[in-house]
């Protein structure tokens, strides 16, 4: 497999842009996480789902912030309007509750950076 | 305050063992992780231990679990600069049914 897939690697906009991160899991893992980190806050779950479904999104900072599930090999995040302050490392990861142990897969992080 | 904490940074020389230190809330974890963020990529899990062990050694790691404290330590030997990177610890409650809570993380910096 090869591992969690994020795209794109890199964005910058401008303040007020809509901006949409992309993810594609492991196949076969029934949880799906996206992350935030920055320097000031450290890694910050944003929300997360179980089968497609959105579990828990108390960590998403703002109604300017969305993320959907539409089927088991996608996911995207998507921040509208963008602002300064959302500038950061985003994270996808999965993960596969049926493994002994809770290992996050992670990927390798969308740099976002908002002018 | 955070349910896992740790140390932002920690220098060290090249040769010498390396020696990060978390502290966790949550008396029920059942397992604990080390994880490793090199430059311009995601965490990778390099360790775990679960709360029924004391320590737990896989070549040049050593991990060390105080129950009784909720500390938790990860001890690097004759630490290279390509261990240079950033360490999460992680707690956990049961196996594929809880999430994992991170600490903010601990930047290991090795000099020659």
């Known amino acids: 497999d090869a591992g969690v897939i994020q795209s794109p690697r890199h964005e910058v906009t401008e303040m007020g842009q809509e901006v949409t991160l992309r993810c594609k899991p492991i196949s076969g893992h029934d949880y799906l996480f996206w992350y935030r980190q920055t320097m000031m806050r450290g890694l910050e779950l944003l929300i997360y789902f179980n089968n497609n479904v959105p579990i828990d999104d108390s960590g998403m900072p703002e109604d300017r912030f969305s993320a959907k599930m539409p089927n088991a090999s996608f996911s995207t995040l998507k921040i509208q309007p963008s602002e300064p302050r959302d500038s950061a490392v985003y994270f996808c990861a999965s993960s596969f509750p049926g493994r002994a142990i809770d290992e996050q897969f992670f990927g390798p992080g969308t740099r976002l950076t908002v002018l | 305050g955070e349910d896992v904490e740790q140390s932002l940074f920690l220098s060290v020389r090249e040769g010498d063992s390396s020696v990060i230190n978390c502290t966790y809330t949550d008396s029920s974890s059942t397992y604990l992780y080390w994880y490793k963020q090199e430059p311009g990529a995601g965490l990778q899990l390099l360790t775990y231990?679960?709360?029924?062990?004391d320590m737990k050694q896989d070549q040049r790691l050593t991990v060390l679990l105080n129950k009784k404290d909720k500390h938790l330590s990860l001890r690097i030997a004759d630490t290279q600069t390509g261990d240079s990177a950033i360490y999460f610890c992680?707690?956990?409650?049961?196996?594929?049914?809880?999430?994992?809570?991170f600490g903010r993380g601990t930047s290991l910096i090795v000099h020659p």
């Open positions: 231990i679960f709360s029924n062990m």
């Open positions: 992680a707690e956990s409650r049961t196996g594929g049914s809880y999430i994992p809570t």
